[in-house]
């Protein structure tokens, strides 16, 4: 038996068992798994699914604006190409305003606005809403703060 660190002698045939040193071993890396669970909507009278953390926060605003009638999250399907092949894109948030309006809400992070497949989906996204009349918005964390504004404001504005 010999440890790691010892030469073989190379004159001789040998079988040997290593041993390991597990002191210095590292930890495996953990993957970090996103924040997802439900979310109690009052606006909706029943639970809502989120994937993300920064969903749950945008499920939250929505609660607390006074415009906004009711929200359905991934309502629906847009089918879209890429790279070839059909998929299936589907979009976070249907808002639904009291006075009749529409909008379709995607929440991402901002690291990934620029991945081509994320283009794809909300290109399509973009050509269904257009076709419809409802525009197509894509949140990110400063839209988080945008929105916390906007509320602010509506209580000044009663």
């Given at each position: 038996m010999k440890h790691p660190n010892e030469k073989m002698?190379?004159?001789?045939?040998?079988?040997?068992?290593?041993?390991?040193?597990?002191?210095?071993?590292?930890?495996?890396?953990?993957?970090?798994?996103?924040?997802?669970?439900?979310?109690?909507?009052?606006?909706?009278?029943?639970?809502?699914?989120?994937?993300?953390?920064?969903?749950?926060?945008?499920?939250?605003?929505?609660?607390?604006?006074?415009?906004?009638?009711?929200?359905?999250?991934?309502?629906?399907?847009?089918?879209?190409?890429?790279?070839?092949?059909?998929?299936?894109?589907?979009?976070?948030?249907?808002?639904?305003?009291?006075?009749?309006?529409?909008?379709?809400?995607e929440v991402k992070p901002k690291n990934q606005m620029?991945l081509p497949k994320n283009q794809a989906k909300w290109?399509?996204?973009?050509?269904?809403?257009?076709?419809?009349?409802?525009?197509?918005?894509?949140?990110?964390?400063?839209?988080?703060?945008?929105?916390?504004?906007?509320?602010?404001?509506?209580?000044?504005?009663?």
């Open positions: 002698p190379q004159d001789k045939q040998m079988k040997a068992l290593i041993w390991k040193d597990f002191k210095n071993k590292k930890k495996p890396k953990v993957k970090k798994h996103f924040k997802e669970g439900f979310f109690a909507s009052k606006k909706n009278n029943k639970k809502i699914h989120y994937r993300s953390g920064l969903e749950c926060e945008y499920y939250k605003l929505l609660e607390l604006m006074n415009d906004v009638a009711s929200y359905h999250e991934e309502a629906f399907a847009i089918n879209y190409m890429f790279e070839g092949t059909e998929h299936r894109y589907i979009p976070d948030i249907l808002v639904q305003y009291k006075d009749g309006k529409k909008e379709l809400w620029k290109a399509a996204a973009k050509n269904w809403c257009e076709a419809r009349n409802i525009p197509f918005i894509v949140y990110t964390e400063k839209g988080l703060l945008d929105l916390q504004k906007r509320i602010r404001n509506q209580s000044r504005e009663i």
